[in-house]
């Protein structure tokens, strides 16, 4: 089965461009969620959906940042205008609701790199 | 708030056993995940517990007391490959899971 598919897994640019991040779901997963890591902050949750409809986007830094999920299959997080500080490993992880042992599974993981 | 804390780093020897401790307080509780991380790579599941007890899972398990706000992951017969970053993660009422930052484990031979 495939897993939680980001793209890219690598991303320079820029500081002031726009920033597009991808996230596939596993299938029958109902539960989206969008991580940052750093070295500093650890392992911090953005934005969660549940069944393509945000949940709770407390985390999300500031306005620069704005997530969406269209349909079950697909998700993207976009930062506009990107800056320094947003350099970080950006993870989306999702998870089948109603069992409550059912761990979030994880995509590889977006390194992005902001000049 | 929600406060979760772990030792930064450990280290141990090949074939020994660790014990890596995990104290959280939360504002709701809905059950306590352990993730792997090597690095550069996703975390990845190890273990989940939402009563008080241990869990056994071939070489690895994990204890969890609520009462305590407590968690562990005992590591048994150490090997090369379980170097990596072990993260502690409570999920509450609402479903987020919640890290802390992190323990960073060396084996050394």
């Known amino acids: 089965d495939a897993g939680v598919i980001q793209s890219p897994r690598h991303e320079v640019t820029e500081m002031g461009q726009e920033v597009t991040l991808r996230c596939k779901p596993i299938s029958g997963h109902n539960s989206l969620f969008w991580y940052r890591q750093t070295m500093m902050r650890g392992l911090e949750l953005l934005i969660y959906?549940?069944?393509?409809?945000?949940?709770?986007d407390s985390g999300m830094p500031e306005d620069r940042f704005s997530a969406k999920m269209p349909n079950a299959s697909f998700s993207t997080l976009k930062i506009q205008p990107s800056e320094p500080r947003d350099s970080a490993v950006y993870f989306c992880?999702?998870?089948?609701?109603?069992?409550?042992?059912?761990?979030?599974?994880f995509g590889d993981g977006t390194r992005l790199s902001i000049l | 708030g929600q406060n979760i804390d772990q030792p930064t780093e450990m280290t141990a020897t090949e074939g020994a056993i660790v014990q890596i401790n995990c104290t959280y307080q939360?504002?709701?509780?809905?059950?306590l995940f352990w993730y792997q991380q090597h690095a550069g790579e996703a975390p990845t599941f190890l273990s989940y517990?939402?009563?008080?007890g241990l869990e056994e899972k071939g070489r690895f398990s994990s204890f969890l007391s609520r009462s305590k706000g407590y968690s562990y992951l005992l590591l048994k017969e150490l090997q090369m490959k379980d170097s990596a970053s072990y993260l502690c993660a409570v999920r509450d009422v609402t479903d987020k899971l919640i890290f802390g930052t992190g323990t960073r484990l060396q084996v050394f031979p």
């Open positions: 959906f549940n069944n393509n409809v945000p949940i709770d």
């Open positions: 992880a999702s998870r089948r609701t109603g069992d409550s042992n059912q761990p979030q599974h």
């Open positions: 517990n939402v009563l008080d």
């Open positions: 939360t504002s709701g509780f809905n059950g």
